[in-house]
Each structure stands twice: as structure tokens, then as C-alpha cells.
């Protein structure tokens, strides 16, 4: 059974840093490509940042690019969001999911809130 | 960047009756295209890829169809498990961005 766990979430400020986590199980972390979606609160899906397998090729939306990094660690099958500069629009559920542009699972979320 | 677009935004239905939902992209996606549902306070999980192949465990009351900038997902007789938001999304593109539509609500009546 595939389960993604996402934590790191919590209250910022705009100009702070926050690093979020995806914990990653019942499947081969490695052999996967892995993304980052958000939601701010009633708003729709937004596609964040992908890595490829072995971590050498990742993109990012334009809205992040420049302020997120994102990375993995294959052997503990685990996934990071580093987030600098955050700003008010980057409040937000985080979720992790399994997949390129196809995305087959999605973990629960984790809430980034930005305010002063 | 490709924009999808879904109509209509809220769609109210009883039980029993049949939902059609649509979205549309602003230049060809092929058919490189999926649909999730969103129930209040879950993560969204895949219903639908490749326009109209159902993913692992989803009824078969689910089925999409189109080509190119048109497509639908068709719920026939709406259960109460599935009132919930429905959001397509295009995988076409490399490199990303890969976009969602604004989502449509299925909602009781």
C-alpha cells in the first residue's frame, strides 16, 4: 500500500523559511519520479515542483522558482521542500504525490501559513 | 503555458442522476490527460488518465472521454460518496508547468 506522509508545515513569517518533508512507503521510492502540489485555502490545485528518479533533473512552477528547492534522499525514501522567501501567496496545503504529470497517489497534506 | 478550463463551475444533481462534467485546454493536450475528485478535507486521488482509462480501484459509474482541447468525465448515477470536486489536469507538456482547471463542484440538490 502506498503511503506518502508530508510534515514541516507550520505559521511563518513573509520572509521566513520553512522545509517540509515527505516520508515515503509500499513502493520503490527510487524507481519513482516524485511531485509537489498546493492548494491555497478554497482555491484549486497548483502544480509546485517535480524531481526525476535519481534527483538530477527538477523544475519548478514560476511562482516558486528561485525561493523553493526541491530534493530527495532515495535510500530513506524521503522528499524535501526547502521554501525561503515565503510570501502570504504561498499559504498553502502542501501535498507530496507519486508521479511525473501523472499523479498516481498524493499524501494528506501538510499546511504552510504565511502571515505576519 | 497550456489553461484548462471546466464548466461548469457548480453542477447540482440528486442521487441517482447522471453528472457530465467538462474541461477544455487552450491548445492540444493529445490525450495526455487525467481527472481527480476532492472530497471536503481529503487530498485529491486519481479517478481517470490518459483521458479514459480508469485508475486502480475506481467504479466503473466513472468514465472520461475526448481528444485533443475536449474532454468529459461522466458520473452515471451519482452516489453519495461522490458529491465532491472534480479537477482535470493536462500532462502533455515537458517541460512542466502541468495545469489544472479551476475544478467543478458536484453538489447535492
Known amino acids: 500500500q502506498v503511503l506518502l506522509v508530508e510534515s514541516g508545515g507550520g505559521l511563518v513569517k513573509p520572509g521566513g523559511s520553512l522545509r517540509l518533508s515527505c516520508a515515503a512507503s509500499g513502493f520503490s521510492f527510487s524507481d519513482d519520479f516524485m511531485s509537489w502540489i498546493r492548494q491555497a485555502p478554497g482555491k484549486g490545485l497548483e502544480w509546485v515542483s517535480y524531481i526525476s528518479r535519481s534527483g538530477n533533473s527538477i523544475h519548478y512552477a514560476d511562482s516558486v522558482w528561485g525561493r523553493f528547492t526541491m530534493s530527495r534522499d532515495n535510500a530513506k525514501s524521503s522528499l524535501h521542500l526547502q521554501m525561503n522567501s515565503l510570501r502570504v501567496d504561498d499559504t498553502a496545503v502542501y501535498y507530496c504525490?507519486?508521479?511525473?504529470?501523472?499523479?498516481?497517489?498524493w499524501g494528506q497534506g501538510t499546511v504552510v501559513t504565511v502571515s505576519s | 503555458e497550456i489553461e484548462m478550463t471546466q464548466s461548469p463551475v457548480t453542477l447540482s444533481l440528486s442521487p441517482g442522476e447522471r453528472a457530465t462534467l467538462s474541461c477544455r485546454a487552450s491548445q492540444s493536450v493529445s490525450r495526455s490527460l487525467a481527472w481527480y475528485q476532492q472530497r471536503p478535507g481529503q487530498a485529491p486521488r486519481l479517478l481517470i488518465y490518459a483521458s479514459s482509462t480508469r485508475a486502480t480501484g475506481i467504479p466503473a459509474r466513472f468514465s472520461g472521454a475526448g481528444s485533443g482541447t475536449e474532454f468529459t468525465l461522466t458520473i452515471t448515477s451519482l452516489q453519495s460518496e461522490d458529491f465532491a470536486v472534480y479537477y482535470c489536469?493536462?500532462?502533455?507538456?515537458?517541460?512542466?508547468?502541468?495545469?489544472f482547471g479551476q475544478g467543478t463542484k458536484v453538489e447535492i440538490k
Open positions: 504525490a507519486r508521479g511525473e504529470g501523472l499523479l498516481a497517489s
Open positions: 489536469q493536462q500532462y502533455n507538456t515537458w517541460p512542466p508547468p502541468w495545469t
